[in-house]
């Protein structure tokens, strides 16, 4: 009898190695979610001063613009299994997304953007999911000001 995952009740899929494209708090949480569960995180980022530290820290880096096509190559694209885009310009999220899209057919992609329309256009440009900022940001506050209303903290 095979294990099937717990949410989708599917074998559950094996992820051995990411690309975090973007290394700022958001890319770096993504990558050490990853890590903490022993995925390979290759960073791609274009302050070199990022890249330095962070290949003297032992993780695997690349400099360059996650746009272009050398730079996807050279963080392995046709190996990773994920492309995280954590970079927060949405106009290059989206054409990072048809580059990787046309680079690795199979490969999972996770875009940030901060529109829902520009998270359409990730999603059309081959983005498998989209995190959209407003949208988050919607659900956190409604959160908040439910909890303090609705969970007895509220002084009335």
Do not use: W
């Not at 875009?111 to 988050?136: C, M, P, Q, W, Y």
């Amino acid at each position: 009898m095979s294990e099937l995952s717990p949410i989708s009740g599917q074998p559950p899929v094996t992820c051995r190695r990411i690309i975090v494209a973007g290394y700022g708090p958001v890319g770096r949480c993504v990558a050490e979610q990853f890590r903490s569960v022993g995925v390979h995180v290759t960073i791609v980022d274009t302050n070199p001063n990022t890249i330095h530290t962070q290949t003297k820290l032992g993780h695997t880096a690349v400099q360059g613009d996650v746009t272009d096509p050398h730079v996807l190559t050279a963080a392995g694209i046709e190996e990773a299994d994920a492309l995280i885009l954590a970079i927060p310009n949405e106009d290059l999220a989206v054409k990072a997304c048809q580059e990787a899209r046309r680079l690795s057919p199979r490969i999972f992609i996770a875009a940030r953007t901060n529109f829902v329309s520009r998270g359409l256009l990730a999603t059309k440009a081959g983005a498998d999911h989209v995190t959209i900022e407003e949208l988050v940001t919607a659900e956190a506050m409604g959160s908040a000001v439910m909890r303090h209303f609705f969970d007895g903290t509220a002084k009335m």
